[in-house]
C-alpha cells in the first residue's frame, strides 16, 4: 500500500490520476486514455478555472491563487498542472496532535501516520479540486461539441433557495438558458436577487468567524439516452461515485431525492406525455434516469449535492490533545472561505462531466 | 456491447455478477476472488434472504417466493442462485408501448429494443434484489467473523420517524443493541411502535391504490479506521456506488447530509473529546468518514439512502401509446408491494457489506 | 492471496476463470462478457474435446476420461464443467516430501504451503488443459462463424518433422486445406506417414519407461487485418501470454523465430508482392505479424509452441528428502502418457482462439 | 479506438504508458502506482540508458541521440522521458507506398491508416525502447534493493555462440559475476574473445549492407521463490509478454525451451540434489519455473529472446507499390544498426525488470 499523496480513477476507457497538496510544488491531473483528435482549449479551461478561483470577492478566502494551468499531451496521456506558489514547508505537527474538528486532520493521521506531519494531509484540501476541475474541463469541451450542457448552481445557502429546476417545466429553454448564463457570473444563481441575499448569509457567517455550507443541483441536457443500465451499471451510481470524490459534499440525490421518499406514487410518478408532439416526462421526479438508464430529451440529469459548512472556522472548538491524551479547545487562525459553495458549482459540472464523458467514448 | 441481462461490478478484490429476470430460470450471482477459507453459512444466508422475501404479510406483495439459494463453490468463484418457480413467458409488448410511469419499461426499451418485449427489461425487478442479497450475505457474514456490525432499519416512511441513530450518543451501546434486533423482527424498525403507524400509512395507500416511500438509515459499528482515502479513494464513493446499485434508491447522505448543508460550521462540527478515556467524536454528522476516511470506534459510518414511492400503482395514470403517437391512460393490474422500503432494509446491508469487505480485502 | 485452487485470465473484454484439480468433484471454466447471441454448439465443443480425451490408443494414458462438458448460460457468463469420476481422496504427502523432479510438486508446496499435501498441487495438472478447452470451443466457434480457421498440428516429436506451414506458399490452399483435416485425425499430424515414425518413438519411449516432447505449429487463416498495436499492444503478446497458459510450454516463436535470427536481414526480410493481383508476403518470416499488428489475408498468423517431455517416467530419478534433508531416488508409478504433444494439439488451438475472439470483441 | 501513439501496460500494481516517435518532441513513459518511497537514482538510470544508446561504435548507427533522462514524480505517477534532438517533420508517403519489407511500415499503415504518412509509424521503432529502459531502470533499482540481480547478455549472433548459462552449474557463483559483469561492457557479452568474432560478423554484414539478428539470454538470480501460480499466472506468461513489447522479437524460451523438446524426460528432467546442503537443482532445464512458479535459489530464472535481423538493410529488395497495384523494388537509404541485439541486451533486462517488479509489488 503506497501512501503517496494522490488518487486515480480507473474508468471504463478514461483513467484519472490527481496528485498534489497545497504546499507541493505543483498539483495537477494526469487523464491517460484520451483519444487522439482531443485538445485542449487552453482558453476555455482557463476561463473554467477562473470559476473555481478563489480570492475575488468579500466570501470567499483572499489568498490569491493564479491557477494558471499548463498541459502537456503525449500519445493518449493529458498531464494537466498548476504551479503552486506558495511552497514553503509548514509543520502541522501541531494540528496533527490536536486535530480541527470535522476536517481530515486526523483521518489523514490514520492514512499517513507520522508522515502526515509534514504535509497536513494537504491531498485533501480543497484547493485539490482544482486538478478535478481541470480535468473536467477537458471532459465538459468534448461534451460540448457533442451538444450536451452540463450547467450546475447554487441552489441554497443558508435557508436561502435560488430558482431551480424543479419550478419549471422538464425541459423549458428558458431555465436552460439561465442555467447556461449562470457560468459567466461572479456569484453563480440563476436569481442575482436571490443571490444578494445568500452573500448577507455568507457575509455574516464570516463576521462571526463561522461558515455555512449549501446544496448545488446541477442538469445536464443533450445527453444522449439509453446510456447506462441496470444494476451496477447505473448513470446513478457512476455520477455519484465522481460527485463523492469532491471534499465535502456529504449527500447526493437525483431528482426529487429525498423529498420524493416523502410522496406517494401517484404524486411521484412522472406520467409520459406528449407536448408539442415530442414525447417528454410530465414531471421529472426521476432526475432524468429510469432503471440507471438516461432518457435523452424525454427529461435532462437532474441531481443535488449537499456541501457540509467549511470546518475551517474562527470560533473558539473543542477537541483533544492525542499527546496528552485530554480535552483542550483550538482556534483556526488565518483566512479561511466562509462558504466553499460557490466556487464548488464548477467543481461539481467538472466531476459529472468526467463520469458522463467515461460512459460516452465505452459506447462510442 | 452485449445486450444481455446481466451486469457486473469489478471491485478491488472482488467481481460480483448478477444475473436473471423476474421470469428466467434461475436469478442469481457470481462472486469471484473471494479466498480460499470462504465458506457460506447456508443456514444463515436462508436466515438474511427471508428477511428480504415477499408474501409475509399485509404490507407486502402476496407472491409467495421461496427463495431457497443454491450455492456452488469452485476455485475463487462463488455462485449462489434462486430457481424461479414462475418461468411463464409473458407479453410485455403491451406495456413496452404504453410505459408505466417512472418504471424502467422506457429505460429497458431504449437499452434493450425490441427484445425488451420479451421479457418485460426484468432485470430492473426488484426481484433482482434478492442475488444481491445473496453476495451481501456472504460478505456480512465476512464481516461479521472481524467484529462489524452492519444494521440497518427503516427511518422514516409516509412521514413518520423511527427511532434513529442521530437521537442517541456517537457510541450508545443501547442504541446499537436495538438496531441489531431490527434484524430479528418483521417490520424492520428500532420502536415497534412507531413500525405501528408505518404500516397503518403503508395499509392506507394499499387501499388506496396507491403507493408510499421511505428512508433507510445504516449503521455500520466496528469497521476498522483508516480505510478509504482522499478524493477518488474515499468510503462514500465507494458505498455509494453500491447503494445505487439497489433499484428505487434516489438519494443518499452520510452522517447529517443535506441537513448538515443547511447548519453552520460551528453547529455541524463534530469536536473530538476523550470520554471515559476513549476517544470519540461528541457528535456524528461526519457519519463515521472524514477525507473519505474510516473512523473506527471513533465514530461509527452512518448514512441514510431515500427510495422512491414504488411506481406501480393500481390508480389510473397518464402515459404515452409509442405506435400511435399520442396521450393515453394506463391502470397496472395485479397486487404489488404499496411500500418496499421493509424488504429494502436488508438489501441496503447487503450492498454496504460487499463494497465494506472488498476494501478490507483489498488492505489485508 | 487466496490459495484458492483457480486462476483468472482478465482480457480486455473476456474474464476466463479455471478451476479444479485432478480429484475435485468438477472441473470447470467460467467465461464473463460474453455477448448475448453466443451460444455453444454443444455437439461441436464435444467432438473438439473428444481431440483432447485421453485413453483411445497406445500412446496415451489409459485412464479414461468421459470429458463430457455441461453448459450453463446466466447473463454475460457462461460456466462450462466437467464431473469427475475419479474424486478418491489421495495422500499426496510423500510426493509433496520426495518432489518429483520438473513436476508442480515443490512449485504447488512453495505456493499452497502443506496445503498442496491434500490436493497434490492437482490444479498443475496436465487435466487442466479440459477447462482451457471448454472456453477455447466458444472460441473457435465464433471465430469460425467469422470465417477464421485456427488450425494446430504437431510439428516436430523425438527428431521427426511433420510437413509443416513453412515449406508451403504464404497462402497454401493445399495446406491450409490438410490442416484443416488434421482436426478430424486421431494423430494430428498432416502427413500420416510422418506421424507413423513419430508413434514409433512414443511407443519406444512408453517400452522405456520414458517421454518425448515435441513442438506444436499453430496456423490462424482469416483473421481481419490491423488489429494488434505497437508495444504493449502486439498480437504476439497476447498470444504468447495465453499459450503460456498451458502447462509443459517452454517456448513459442512466431514465423521462423530462433531461427530466424540466425539469418541475415536480406534472407530473413519478407517482400511484399502482388501474386495473382493480390497482395501477399512473398516469404513468412513474420508469421504474419509485423509490427504487433495482423496482417490479414497478406500472410497468416504462424506460430510454434515448445513442449517439453512430460516428466512423469517411470525411470528412477534422483530426488530428495525434504525432510530427511538428504538425497533420494524416486520412480513414479502408474500409467502416464510418454508424450502429451498429441492431446496439447487442440488445447493450442483452444488457448489461440481466446486470445484471437478477445481481441476481435475488444473491436467490434 | 484511439489512434494516439503511445501504449500501456496495466499490470498488477503499475500501470506503464509509453508514448512518443522517433521525430516527436519527447519521446518518454508514465508509470502509476509507484510507492512513495522510490525515488529514481538518475545516475543510475543515465549508466543504464548509455547501454543502450546508439552512435558509440562502428556497429551501430551514427546517430547520436543524447538519451538524457528528465523525471518528474507527481503522486504515485513518475513521469520519465527523453527530449528529442531531431524533430524534422519528414515525408513518410514514399515508403508508406512501397512499405519496406518487414518494418512496420505496412502494419502502420493498416492501423493508423493515411495519419502514418506523416510520422512513418514511429512509435514502432526501435528507438521507443528507451522509454521501456527509463521505466526498466526503476524497477531493476528496486530489485537491486531486494538483493535481485537482472542480467542479459548476447547469447549468439551469426551462429557465434557466447559463453552461456547453460555450460555452468545451477547457481554457479563465477558465471553470476562474470554476467553482473557484462553490464560495464561496451559490447555485453560473456566472453570477450567470442565477442570480437561476433563484431567481425557484424562489420561483414555492415560491408555487405545487410545486418544479423541474434539471440539474447537473461538470468535473474535472488527472485524470491513461491512468486507466480498454475494457469494464467504463471511466471513465464507474465515475462513473455512484456518482452514481447520489444520490436523484433520473435520468439521467447525458458530453459532449454525449444532444444528441451527435442529430450527424453529422463534427460530432460531436472533432479533434485542438496549441494553443500542447500536444495538446488541439478540442472536447470526447467528456467527456474516450474508449474509457473518461481524456485527461488533452487534455480534461477533463465530464458532466451530470439532477435530477426533488423529490416533495414541497403541491399536492393523486392517490395509493392501500393497506389501503382504493381510490384517494384526499394533501397533503403541512410545509415542503420547492422545489428541491434548489442543494444537490445538491457533492453531485455527492463522489460524482465518491469514483470519481476509488478509481480513483487503484488506480494509485498
Known sequence: MSDVMSSTYKGDILDVMIYGESHSETIGVYVNGLPANVTPDTARTAAFMARRAPGRNAWSTPRKEADEVVFERNGAMLHGYIVNTNTKPKDYSSIMNSPRPSHADYAAK??????ASKSGGGIFSGRMTAPLCIAGSIA?????????????HIKRIAGIDDDSYSAH???DEGFRSSL???A????????????ELMKEKI????????SVGGVVECVVYGFPEGIGGPIFDGMEAKIAQLIYAIPAVKGIEFGNGFEGS??????NNDPFVYADDKLELKTNHS???QGGISLGNVAPIVFDCAFKPTPSISKIQETVDLKEHKNTTISIEGRHDPCVVPRAVPVVEAATAIALYDLLLATE
Chains 1, 2, 3, 4 share one sequence.
Request: charge should be negative; charged fraction near 30%; proline fraction near 2%.
Open 110 to 115: 490514520l492514512l499517513y501516520g507520522e508522515g
Open 140 to 152: 465538459l469541451q468534448e461534451l460540448e461539441k457533442r451538444g450536451i450542457q452540463v450547467s450546475a
Open 169 to 171: 417545466g422538464v425541459n
Open 180 to 182: 447556461a448564463a449562470v
Open 184 to 195: 459567466g457570473k461572479e456569484f453563480p444563481v440563476v436569481s442575482n436577487e436571490r443571490g
Open 203 to 210: 457575509e455574516q457567517a464570516r463576521t462571526e468567524g463561522d
Open 262 to 267: 416523502d410522496l406517494k406514487g401517484s404524486e
Open 287 to 289: 432526475g432524468g434516469i
